[in-house]
């Protein structure tokens, strides 16, 4: 690929020296996933669900300051902390419906500043709207291209 076909693309590789480890090129950012201490039971650092999980939580604090801003309404501060479960309880009774959810994220959300109670709530829907919850919400298609 040329370097313009390059640009929008996440770049992610592992090797033979190290299988477990995931290297991760966004832009000029770098970033490595290190899941060797799996077979241990030991958590070095983040994991995939920890990316998305960042992912989402970036994306609702800053949907929430860039609607406050919008409205001029007094939030200071925004945060979100976000867990990933599978729902055990559902895998076995609907795992072969075609829209069965078997994840969940919960997510806790703060907020700081001199809001009123209804600025609150709106803010808690508004968190809902950001584009990376959309869709994940939605689901998404992943297309497979096999290149020489």
């Known amino acids: 690929m040329s ?4 640009e929008g693309y996440v770049k992610v590789s592992a090797d033979s020296s190290a299988p477990m480890v995931a290297n991760i090129i966004a832009g000029s950012e770098k970033m490595t996933i290190d899941e060797s201490g799996i077979a241990q039971g030991l958590k070095a650092g983040a994991d995939p669900y920890d990316y998305i999980l960042a992912a989402l939580g970036s994306c609702v ?5 860039m609607y406050a801003k ?7 501060r925004a945060e ?15 795992c072969g419906e075609k829209d069965a959810k078997l994840t969940q994220v919960t997510k806790r959300l703060r907020l ?6 209804e ?6 829907v508004i968190s809902t709207k950001c584009p990376v919850q959309k869709t994940l919400v939605a689901g998404i298609i992943v297309d497979t291209v096999l290149e020489d």
């Open 112 to 117: 700081y500043g001199n809001l009123t109670q």
């Open 61 to 65: 604090v800053i949907t929430l300051h």
């Open 80 to 94: 979100v902390s976000l867990r990933h479960e599978r729902v055990h309880a559902d895998d076995c009774e609907h």
């Open 70 to 76: 919008r409205k001029k309404w007094p939030l200071e």
């Open 119 to 124: 600025q609150r709530q709106r803010l808690e």
């Open 3 to 6: 370097v313009l076909e390059e």
